[in-house]
Nanobody, 123 residues
Framework: VQLQASGGGLVQAGGSLRLSCAASGRTFSNYGMGWFRQAPGKERKFVATITWTGAYTYYSDSVKGRFTISKDNGKNTVYLQMDSLKPEDTAVYYC?????????????????WGQGTLVTVSS
């Protein structure tokens, strides 16, 4: 599976962005998907995950209520809608896929990673 993240950019605090992650491969619908982010000089951290059916989603406390993860199996794409953005959301955002389809919050739980897309939130 190859993952291609896009949609990052510069936005003012309080604004919105939608990230997309397009996946190749016919078994995308079976995969759980996740978004992580890495701020400059910091470790990569969990943001959101979704199970293979899209029925269950989980979020980090820092984004809960502001971000929404969704999955379109017909388009082989997972999205991260980010609203009410804050300067502390500034980071490179990575999408990831895992074969078990369960969704997970751990970096080690993922089998495939995209290249990352930069989100910068100005104050």
């Amino acid at each position: 599976v190859q993952l291609q993240a896009s949609g990052g950019g510069l936005v003012q605090a309080g604004g919105s962005l939608r990230l997309s992650c397009a996946a190749s491969g016919r078994t995308f619908s079976n995969y759980g998907m996740g978004w992580f982010r890495q701020a400059p000089g910091k470790e990569r951290k969990f943001v959101a995950t979704i199970t293979w059916t899209g029925a269950y989603t989980y979020y980090s406390d820092s984004v809960k209520g502001r971000f929404t993860i969704s999955k379109d199996n017909g388009k082989n794409t997972v999205y991260l809608q980010m609203d009410s953005l804050k300067p502390e959301d500034t980071a490179v955002y990575y999408c990831a896929a895992e074969r078990r389809g369960e969704g997970t919050m751990t970096i080690k739980g993922y089998d495939y990673w995209g290249q990352g897309t930069l989100v910068t939130v100005s104050s």
